[in-house]
């Protein structure tokens, strides 16, 4: 059996490098987490010159959260399909965004871009949110708040569990 690789966010490029495809990870550490709603929100923030909010050096995690119950930092907190998110990646990555984590294949464009910038995709598990839910300490909204459960925000997490889909050489898991 292969073994965990514990990571602190945020992440170190170089330590990045060392991660292949299909290892599994463990992230502790804090990371952003929006979808489809706030990346339009941001692109557009950057095209009028106005950038919300920095997310150099940043890993995202492609959530929208549920509302928490009581005893609970956020509801179920399962990945959403990463393609989606397609169009702003490889503008992101080369401007200095570390990881993302999601689920589900990506571009041709996207997997190149991650192999130019030295950064990783995780590919989290559908189905399981209140697994993901409960690996989060903290979470505060940090832009957007109006978009409501597609809002940034910053989590801080503990034990994440994340499979690498994507590795620093553009080898991917779903080629595999």
Sequence with gaps: MQDVVRLALPFDKKELKTLKVGDRVLLT???LVFRDAGHKRLYQSIQEGKQAFEYAGETIYFMGPCPARDGEVLGSAGPTTSCRMDKYTPYMLD???CAQIGKGKRSDDCIQAFKRNGGVYFAAIGGAGAVYSKCIEAAEVICFEDLGTEAVRRIKVKDFPAVVAIDTQGNT???E
């Design 29 to 31: 550490g804090e990371m």
């Design 95 to 97: 401007h200095g965004l």
């Design 173 to 175: 898991i779903y080629n």
